[in-house]
């Protein structure tokens, strides 16, 4: 597949998401167990790609990981704040300061 | 009264402006974007997705799957899941766009971003009200959005390294969480996914392995009875 229908396809697909439910749910309810599913959604796959995005992986694999430990202090912040500035910025910093350490 | 001193903003501009400050936030992440899929994306097509998808960790996401030499369906799944809570947002959103026609709907339907709807639900529990304020907020993000993707697109190749932007995926997933979890059910439903991720990572390829333990770590947070 060519990436520019790639690209076309996340947004055909992304679209949907955001305009069906604005324009069914002035007539149609869905059943109370897929609110559930949808809710609970957003926590698995929001902590699964962060799993894989800061977990040491492979043969190399350290807990000397920058990627780790950034996790804290911005996971820290963001508990506290609800920014998404000052996470961005504690994460960026934190990571770069710890990759600087690390070496 | 006629006087207009002291008159309120247009819901829109009132959206646009509360907006900014978590705009401005969201441009290291869009920068971040640009940069990654300079690897594999022509200029025009880093922005068309930007444009187009206007989501930012699926376009992350995407864009370093692509980098990484990944086939287009583990791509388009992972977008699909990733961008599932969308399906959410904008059922929970839909009372404030009811009645509008279609283009305003639409309209409202693509301005639809994890960082709008808090900012719009918050304005819509201070009294604002209808379309035009999710807009104006969408609309603050959008155009933020796009200057990063160009910037981050330019500089594709001539990151320097120490600044951190390569952390900019993990700071925002982990903005999102604390921002979107909620209830005790939800986070164990989290901690469920990632044992299931650490659990499938040595035969599952890394591609597939998030889409999975979404569905089955939702699932399975379904006879979960429901903590409060």
């Known amino acids: ?103 | 009264m006629s006087t207009t001193a002291g008159k309120q903003r247009s819901p829109f501009w009132a959206g646009f402006v509360a907006t900014l400050p978590v705009a401005a936030g969201c441009a290291p992440f869009g920068v971040a974007y640009g940069a990654v899929a300079a690897a594999t994306l022509l200029p025009w097509q880093t922005s068309l997705m930007s444009v187009a998808v206007f989501a930012g960790t699926a376009q992350f996401i995407a864009a370093s799957m692509l980098a990484q030499g990944s086939a287009w369906l583990p791509v388009l799944v992972t977008c699909a899941l990733v961008n599932l809570r969308l399906v959410l947002l904008s059922a929970a959103i839909s009372p404030h766009v009811r009645g509008a026609g279609f283009v305003r709907r639409a309209l409202a339907a693509q301005m639809l971003t994890d960082e709008s709807f808090a900012v719009s639900t918050a304005g819509y529990r201070a009294g604002q009200v209808g379309p035009a304020y999710l807009i104006g907020s969408g609309l603050s993000l959008f155009i933020i959005w796009q200057a990063a993707t160009v910037v981050g697109r330019l500089a594709g190749g001539f990151v320097p390294q120490g600044f951190g932007l390569e952390y900019a995926l993990p700071a925002s997933l982990i903005c999102l969480l604390f921002l979107l979890v909620r209830s005790k059910r939800q986070w164990a439903v989290a901690v469920v996914a990632v044992g299931l991720v650490l659990a499938t990572q040595a035969w599952l390829p890394a591609a597939w392995a998030a889409p999975a333990a979404t569905v089955v770590a939702a699932t399975i947070g379904l006879g979960i009875r429901r903590w409060t």
């Not at chain 1, 990627?67 to 910093?93: C, D, E, F, N, Q």
């Open chain 1, 1 to 103: 597949m060519d990436v520019t229908a790639l690209i076309l396809a996340m947004a055909v697909v992304t679209f949907a998401y955001r305009y069906a439910p604005l324009a069914v749910l002035e007539r149609l309810t869905l059943p109370g167990w897929a609110y559930d599913w949808l809710d609970l959604v957003p926590a698995a796959v929001l902590a699964a790609m962060l799993c894989q995005a800061v977990a040491p992986t492979g043969a190399a694999a350290s807990w000397a990981s920058p990627y780790l430990w950034a996790a804290l202090p911005t996971a820290l912040v963001a508990w506290r704040s609800k920014s998404m500035i000052l996470t961005m910025a504690t994460g960026m910093l934190s990571f770069a300061l710890l990759a600087h350490l690390m070496g």
